[in-house]
Protein backbone atom coordinates (compact mmCIF):
# COMPACT_ATOMS: atom_id res chain seq x y z
CA UNK A 1 0.00 0.00 0.00
CA UNK A 2 1.23 3.38 -1.27
CA UNK A 3 2.16 5.95 1.83
CA UNK A 4 0.20 9.14 2.13
CA UNK A 5 3.37 10.57 1.12
CA UNK A 6 3.03 8.92 -2.41
CA UNK A 7 -0.84 9.91 -2.43
CA UNK A 8 -0.44 13.39 -1.70
CA UNK A 9 2.75 13.62 -4.23
CA UNK A 10 1.22 11.81 -7.16
CA UNK A 11 -2.12 14.28 -6.81
CA UNK A 12 0.23 17.18 -6.60
CA UNK A 13 2.19 16.14 -9.67
CA UNK A 14 -1.47 15.21 -11.63
CA UNK A 15 -2.78 18.73 -10.62
CA UNK A 16 0.04 21.05 -11.85
CA UNK A 17 0.09 18.64 -15.06
CA UNK A 18 -3.58 19.57 -15.52
CA UNK A 19 -3.49 23.26 -14.54
CA UNK A 20 -0.46 23.65 -17.23
CA UNK A 21 -2.19 21.90 -19.97
CA UNK A 22 -5.32 24.39 -19.33
CA UNK A 23 -2.57 27.56 -19.21
CA UNK A 24 -1.33 26.99 -22.62
CA UNK A 25 -5.03 26.50 -24.25
CA UNK A 26 -5.44 28.37 -27.48
CA UNK A 27 -7.13 31.35 -26.71
CA UNK A 28 -11.23 31.75 -26.06
CA UNK A 29 -13.41 33.53 -24.54
CA UNK A 30 -14.05 30.75 -21.78
CA UNK A 31 -10.40 30.59 -21.55
CA UNK A 32 -10.20 33.89 -20.82
CA UNK A 33 -12.71 33.71 -18.30
CA UNK A 34 -10.99 30.75 -16.92
CA UNK A 35 -7.97 32.36 -16.40
CA UNK A 36 -9.48 35.39 -14.02
CA UNK A 37 -10.97 33.04 -11.65
CA UNK A 38 -9.54 33.06 -8.00
CA UNK A 39 -9.00 28.99 -8.04
CA UNK A 40 -6.76 29.68 -10.74
CA UNK A 41 -4.75 32.19 -9.43
CA UNK A 42 -3.88 30.58 -6.27
CA UNK A 43 -2.73 27.73 -8.58
CA UNK A 44 -0.32 29.92 -10.75
CA UNK A 45 0.43 31.03 -6.50
CA UNK A 46 1.13 27.54 -5.18
CA UNK A 47 3.41 26.20 -8.24
CA UNK A 48 5.55 29.29 -8.36
CA UNK A 49 5.82 29.30 -4.76
CA UNK A 50 7.56 25.45 -5.69
CA UNK A 51 9.15 26.55 -9.59
CA UNK A 52 10.71 29.90 -9.25
CA UNK A 53 9.88 32.35 -6.27
CA UNK A 54 10.23 35.43 -8.84
CA UNK A 55 7.39 34.26 -10.44
CA UNK A 56 5.28 34.03 -7.34
CA UNK A 57 1.91 36.63 -6.99
CA UNK A 58 -0.33 37.37 -9.63
CA UNK A 59 -0.85 35.19 -12.90
CA UNK A 60 0.74 37.60 -15.83
CA UNK A 61 -2.14 38.29 -18.35
CA UNK A 62 -2.57 41.21 -21.05
CA UNK A 63 -4.92 43.78 -20.12
CA UNK A 64 -7.57 42.43 -22.16
CA UNK A 65 -9.61 39.47 -24.14
CA UNK A 66 -8.09 40.90 -28.06
CA UNK A 67 -4.92 41.60 -26.18
CA UNK A 68 -4.75 38.33 -24.81
CA UNK A 69 -5.53 36.53 -28.26
CA UNK A 70 -3.04 38.50 -30.45
CA UNK A 71 -0.11 38.46 -27.78
CA UNK A 72 -0.73 34.54 -27.45
CA UNK A 73 -1.08 33.91 -31.17
CA UNK A 74 2.03 36.22 -31.81
CA UNK A 75 4.48 34.72 -29.02
CA UNK A 76 3.23 30.75 -29.87
CA UNK A 77 1.33 30.43 -33.13
CA UNK A 78 1.59 32.59 -35.99
CA UNK A 79 4.72 34.80 -36.91
CA UNK A 80 7.15 35.72 -39.96
CA UNK A 81 8.85 33.26 -40.79
CA UNK A 82 8.00 31.58 -37.61
CA UNK A 83 6.78 33.05 -33.90
CA UNK A 84 9.29 33.93 -31.12
CA UNK A 85 8.56 30.47 -29.28
CA UNK A 86 6.28 27.60 -31.35
CA UNK A 87 5.21 25.11 -28.65
CA UNK A 88 6.30 22.07 -30.93
CA UNK A 89 9.18 19.48 -29.98
CA UNK A 90 10.47 19.60 -33.75
CA UNK A 91 11.42 22.75 -33.79
CA UNK A 92 13.88 23.06 -30.96
CA UNK A 93 15.19 19.27 -30.44
CA UNK A 94 17.41 19.11 -33.56
CA UNK A 95 19.31 15.88 -32.37
CA UNK A 96 16.19 13.71 -33.52
CA UNK A 97 14.95 14.11 -37.17
CA UNK A 98 11.39 15.12 -37.72
CA UNK A 99 9.65 12.16 -38.79
CA UNK A 100 11.46 10.16 -35.70
CA UNK A 101 10.10 12.61 -33.07
CA UNK A 102 6.62 12.83 -34.75
CA UNK A 103 6.46 8.80 -34.42
CA UNK A 104 7.70 8.67 -31.21
CA UNK A 105 5.04 11.01 -30.11
CA UNK A 106 2.34 8.30 -31.39
CA UNK A 107 3.84 5.68 -30.16
CA UNK A 108 3.72 6.85 -26.68
CA UNK A 109 -0.27 7.26 -27.00
CA UNK A 110 -0.47 3.60 -28.75
CA UNK A 111 1.28 2.38 -26.16
CA UNK A 112 -1.58 2.78 -23.52
CA UNK A 113 -4.57 3.02 -26.17
CA UNK A 114 -4.74 6.34 -26.79
CA UNK A 115 -4.86 8.28 -29.78
CA UNK A 116 -4.50 12.06 -30.77
CA UNK A 117 -7.26 13.53 -30.97
CA UNK A 118 -8.47 13.90 -35.09
CA UNK A 119 -10.12 17.00 -34.66
CA UNK A 120 -6.76 18.68 -33.00
CA UNK A 121 -4.90 20.96 -35.83
CA UNK A 122 -1.44 20.85 -33.97
CA UNK A 123 1.35 17.81 -34.60
CA UNK A 124 2.04 14.84 -32.46
CA UNK A 125 4.61 16.93 -31.09
CA UNK A 126 2.67 19.87 -29.98
CA UNK A 127 3.10 20.89 -26.52
CA UNK A 128 -0.69 20.24 -25.47
CA UNK A 129 -0.67 17.02 -26.72
CA UNK A 130 2.29 16.24 -24.60
CA UNK A 131 1.03 17.75 -21.51
CA UNK A 132 -2.20 16.17 -21.83
CA UNK A 133 -0.58 12.47 -22.17
CA UNK A 134 2.22 13.23 -19.18
CA UNK A 135 -1.12 14.58 -17.38
CA UNK A 136 -3.32 11.22 -18.36
CA UNK A 137 -0.66 8.98 -17.13
CA UNK A 138 0.27 10.94 -13.55
CA UNK A 139 -3.69 10.93 -13.06
CA UNK A 140 -3.51 7.11 -13.32
CA UNK A 141 -1.22 6.90 -10.81
CA UNK A 142 -2.65 8.88 -8.42
CA UNK A 143 -5.67 7.20 -9.06
CA UNK A 144 -4.29 3.80 -8.03
CA UNK A 145 -2.56 5.47 -5.07
CA UNK A 146 -5.63 6.96 -4.11
CA UNK A 147 -7.35 3.60 -3.99
CA UNK A 148 -4.93 2.25 -2.06
CA UNK A 149 -3.22 0.05 -4.52
CA UNK A 150 0.58 0.57 -5.18
CA UNK A 151 0.75 2.35 -8.64
CA UNK A 152 1.91 0.40 -11.86
CA UNK A 153 5.22 0.87 -11.95
CA UNK A 154 5.35 1.07 -15.98
CA UNK A 155 3.08 4.15 -15.84
CA UNK A 156 5.89 5.66 -13.65
CA UNK A 157 8.69 4.43 -16.03
CA UNK A 158 7.21 5.56 -19.19
CA UNK A 159 6.08 9.11 -17.48
CA UNK A 160 9.68 9.80 -16.35
CA UNK A 161 10.81 8.70 -19.49
CA UNK A 162 8.46 10.71 -21.38
CA UNK A 163 9.00 13.96 -20.09
CA UNK A 164 13.01 13.37 -20.24
CA UNK A 165 12.75 12.54 -23.88
CA UNK A 166 10.61 14.76 -24.98
CA UNK A 167 9.36 17.47 -22.57
CA UNK A 168 12.56 18.22 -21.27
CA UNK A 169 14.66 18.01 -24.78
CA UNK A 170 13.03 21.16 -25.37
CA UNK A 171 10.78 23.20 -23.10
CA UNK A 172 13.90 24.53 -21.36
CA UNK A 173 15.98 25.92 -23.99
CA UNK A 174 12.31 27.49 -25.38
CA UNK A 175 11.30 29.23 -22.22
CA UNK A 176 15.14 30.68 -22.17
CA UNK A 177 14.67 31.74 -25.83
CA UNK A 178 11.46 33.45 -25.36
CA UNK A 179 13.22 35.71 -21.81
CA UNK A 180 15.83 36.76 -24.04
CA UNK A 181 13.12 37.89 -26.72
CA UNK A 182 10.46 39.06 -25.02
CA UNK A 183 12.20 39.61 -21.42
CA UNK A 184 8.95 40.83 -18.78
CA UNK A 185 6.44 39.81 -20.58
CA UNK A 186 3.27 37.29 -19.49
CA UNK A 187 4.17 34.42 -22.24
CA UNK A 188 7.71 34.28 -21.47
CA UNK A 189 6.53 33.95 -17.55
CA UNK A 190 4.36 31.39 -18.47
CA UNK A 191 6.62 29.73 -20.50
CA UNK A 192 9.20 29.91 -17.52
CA UNK A 193 6.78 28.13 -14.92
CA UNK A 194 6.40 25.41 -17.68
CA UNK A 195 10.01 24.77 -17.73
CA UNK A 196 10.86 24.66 -14.03
CA UNK A 197 7.98 22.48 -13.43
CA UNK A 198 9.14 20.22 -16.21
CA UNK A 199 13.31 20.38 -14.46
CA UNK A 200 11.19 19.72 -10.72
CA UNK A 201 9.76 16.55 -11.70
CA UNK A 202 12.27 14.97 -13.58
CA UNK A 203 14.04 15.19 -10.36
CA UNK A 204 11.70 14.00 -7.90
CA UNK A 205 12.44 10.38 -6.90
CA UNK A 206 9.28 8.42 -6.24
CA UNK A 207 8.10 8.05 -2.66
CA UNK A 208 7.26 4.20 -1.74
Not at 20 to 32: D, K
Request: charge should be negative.
Amino acid sequence: MPTMARVESLAEAAAGWVFLHRLFRFPSLAQWEWLHEDRVSLAWHLLASEVDATLAGELPLPESLDWYREEFIAAFEVGMPEPPCPLIESHWNKREPVPRVLHENILYHKQFGLSLKTSANESADHLRHQLEFIHYLCHVEAGQAAAGRVPDEGYAASRRDFLARHLLSWVPAAAVSLAERQPDQWPAAWMTMLAGWCVIQAGKKNVA
